[in-house]
């Protein structure tokens, strides 16, 4: 065993601005001897995902930032190939936090064993894993969605995005409205369901916004992937009582200058929103029941998902990049054959 040796992605300096291809490192890694409950996983698939972006960052967050000289993580999904854990054994499929490289070791209780005859490996870092379940649990839980409702979801074209407006079309929405960053990904949108959506590059985003929602109304629920002006926006047309659920906020990731949108956040004193941001860790205990419905999507055909596909360990520090950019449509995944 400790003859193995597994390449990694190490943070070689922490990115000012956007990231840039030097700030990665390949490295090779001797792999550890296995001790007493641990297992050995070859990675198939690991996840790159916006929220990485911050933790590149020396700075207190909510996830401790990444070591520099040292590999990142994040979700994989992977083949058990050596155990010493009474509950994995060789040749089950798992997910756990231990991406950016071929191989992982690691407790055999911080892994979760998946079925891959229900769908293809990474479809568990998507649709039926984190992705899903930040999509599920903000828009209904968080944002508290009701059927018959007005949703406005920006991003709409990524990975938790485009399953946000799905499930709130199979939930019963009465109208759903995407923001995306190309007219690809509008018609993408409008091929998945959604009722209208909007290349936020083509104008202002509140009157992109406005002409998107036309004659219907406002919005009641605001699932908020960007932030900033498409926050602004949202707030602008919320109907009383709206809820906005606060996923992330891209548009700021990558600036070194403070953003200054949006700024009427005071409107929503008297229309009495709410915003409230959320983290995915919180509602695990959703997780059965959003496991559930989502199987129930997929095999009907209500809700597709998409995978933005990058193939080898050494192309993921590009295809993280390339997410920040917007290049992906659905779930930015790297296979590790």
């Known amino acids: 065993m400790s003859a193995l040796v597994s390449r990694e992605i190490q943070l070689a300096s922490r990115p000012h601005g956007w990231p840039v291809p030097e700030n990665f490192r390949l490295a090779e890694r001797p792999v550890p001897e296995l001790e007493d409950g641990e297992v050995l996983v070859r990675n198939l698939a690991m996840s790159v995902d916006p929220y990485m972006r911050g933790r590149m960052n020396d700075a207190k967050s909510y996830s401790a930032p990444f ?17 010493r854990s009474d509950v994995r054994k060789e040749g089950d499929v ?7 490289r071929d191989y992982a070791v690691l407790a055999g209780q911080g892994t979760r064993k998946v079925d891959p005859s229900l769908a293809r490996p990474s479809a568990f870092l998507g649709a039926l894993g984190m992705t899903g379940l930040t999509a599920y649990a903000g828009l209904t839980r968080v944002a508290a969605f009701k059927p018959g409702e ?14 946000v407006g799905q499930a709130a079309k199979a939930l019963g929405a009465a109208r759903v409205i995407g923001s995306a960053g190309s007219a690809e990904k509008v018609a993408h949108l409008l091929d998945l369901g959604f009722d209208a959506a909007f290349n936020y590059h083509d104008g202002p985003a509140r009157e ?14 605001y699932f908020d992937n960007v932030g900033g002006e498409q926050l602004e926006a949202a707030i602008s047309v919320m ?20 953003t200054a949108a949006p700024r009427n956040l005071a409107s929503a004193i008297g229309k009495q929103l709410t915003l409230r941001g959320f983290l995915v860790g919180a509602h695990q205990d959703l997780a059965g029941e ?3 419905k989502m199987a129930g999507w997929l095999a009907a055909g209500t809700v597709r998902f998409d995978e933005t596909v990058v193939e080898g360990l050494e192309n993921a520090p590009q295809a993280f990049i390339d997410l920040m950019r917007g290049a992906n449509t659905g779930k930015m995944v790297v296979t590790l054959p």
């Open 290 to 292: 959003f496991a559930d």
């Open 208 to 221: 992109l916004l406005r002409g998107a929602l036309g004659d219907s109304g406002g919005v009641d629920v």
């Open 239 to 258: 109907n009383p009582f709206g809820r906005i659920a606060l996923c992330g906020a891209i548009s700021a990731y990558n600036t070194t200058d403070a």
């Open 94 to 100: 798992v997910v756990h936090g231990l991406g950016w």
């Open 67 to 83: 070591a520099l000289d040292a590999a990142l993580d994040g979700g994989a999904v992977g083949e058990v190939v050596a155990s």
């Open 150 to 163: 007005t949703v406005f979801v920006s991003g709409a074209a990524g990975a938790v995005g485009s399953l």
